[in-house]
């Protein structure tokens, strides 16, 4: 009996078509998982940029009233995140190399 429980253990580990389905069956799951990670990720950055957009909208308004009227005003929005973006990265960077 343990000979016949043996052979049928190494004819499943080396049958080709049960183990070409239980990689596919494992690859789509790590893929699934891995594109909901990217997913998610993606959609927190979006959030985050969105709120840092309204934040600055906002700031502008306040600072400088009907300045939403003016033909750059989207243009200047763009340049104030960039630019903040730029000193995160530059602040990222600087203390990595700390």
């Known amino acids: 009996m343990f000979n016949l429980k043996f052979l049928k253990s ?3 580990a080396l049958d080709p078509k049960a183990n070409l389905l239980t990689f596919a069956s494992a690859q789509k799951q790590a893929n699934e998982d891995y594109i909901e990670s990217l997913s998610s990720n993606e959609l927190k950055t ?3 940029e969105q ?3 309204a934040m600055v909208r906002q700031q502008l308004k306040e600072e400088f009233p009907n300045i939403e009227k003016s033909s750059s005003y989207d243009l200047l929005v763009d340049a104030v995140i960039h630019n903040y973006k730029s ?3 530059q602040a990222t960077d600087n203390a990595e190399v700390e």
């Open 51 to 53: 709120r840092l957009e």
């Open 87 to 89: 000193k995160q990265l």
């Open 46 to 48: 979006k959030a985050d």
């Open 10 to 12: 190494i004819r499943q």
